[in-house]
């Protein structure tokens, strides 16, 4: 079994029912602040790093059902006695989200799956390329952040994707700096997720503890992405059968930063009522 580690998690509000958001491949709990703030006060989120991610610890897999179990564990250590949560998880933190759902229904209450299916995903290339780019870095070299994304610049021309791959870059205390004099580190497990990419794109085959999720779950697609099509909801009603699918108008796969009125406006329908 593998050993659970620590668990990053910033809190947002202080009164209302309590939302879990668990984000995507690359990223942190920290890309969710502004939508937590626009559910103040009725809402308290919970920003969670997810393993190798951000400022939680490293375990040696991404499979879904060992790091749903993980913040399980979390979530029963530091909630223990309170009622179950809301989650929102976007990507593979979707996955996750509904992974946490079917193995421990009980500290699950409405769950929201932002643009990802219970299925393999397809894009695995891409990602493929972003790491690869990342892991050519040479973090020697840098002397500011600004270095690193001119030296992306070639390979990744959105500044935008580059701005967000490299919130995991860490500086380095000069007192903690080696040798060689490396300012920076990866916060992220890069050479783990690389080397998994096939977990992370793929779906496990899962037996829910108490059969199918039986509480109210809403699915929301970006208007712009392929992530949720028409052939996945057969799988996603059959695991989740109280499912509400909507689509965020013109939003791509980033539905929460690319419209993120509209996402906030979505929680609120749904976990409001």
């Known amino acids: ?62 499979d879904y059902e060992v790091v749903a179990d993980v913040v399980a564990t979390w979530l029963r250590t530091t909630y223990d006695g ?15 989200a509904m992974v946490l759902a079917l193995r421990h229904p009980d500290l699950v209450d409405r769950l929201v799956v932002a643009d990802i299916s219970p299925s393999s995903s397809e894009g695995a290339g ?17 002397t500011r952040r600004s270095d690193a994304d001119e030296q992306l610049a070639q390979a990744i021309r959105s500044p935008a994707v580059r701005g967000f791959l490299l919130q995991n870059l860490r500086s380095v205390p000069a007192e ?13 497990n890069l ?17 829910p503890v108490d059969g199918p999720f039986d509480h109210p779950v809403l699915w929301l697609a970006g208007e712009k992405s392929d992530y949720v099509r028409p052939e996945h909801e057969p799988a ?18 980033w539905v929460h930063s690319e419209q993120p009125e509209s996402f906030v406006s979505a929680l609120r329908v749904f976990l409001l009522v």
């Open 191 to 207: 050479a783990l997720l690389r080397d998994q990419l096939d977990v992370i794109g793929g779906w496990p085959e899962i037996e």
């Open 176 to 188: 903690q700096q080696s040798g060689q004099g490396a300012g920076f580190t990866w916060q992220a």
């Open 82 to 96: 309170e009622p179950p949560s809301h989650v929102v998880g976007h990507s593979m933190g979707g996955k996750v």
């Open 236 to 253: 996603m009603r059959a695991l989740f059968p109280r499912t509400r699918l909507a689509t965020i108008k013109g939003a791509g796969h």
């Open 126 to 142: 891409e990602f493929e390329h972003l790491l690869d780019s990342l892991a050519g870095l040479d973090l020697a070299a840098l």
């Open 1 to 62: 079994m593998t050993e659970s580690p620590a668990i990053h998690a910033t809190e947002v509000g202080d009164r209302g029912p309590r939302v879990i958001f668990l984000h995507g491949l690359f990223g942190q709990g920290r890309n969710f602040t502004q939508i937590a703030k626009a559910l103040v006060p009725e809402l308290r989120s919970v920003l969670v790093d997810l393993p190798n991610h951000g400022r939680s610890g490293w375990i040696e897999t991404t």
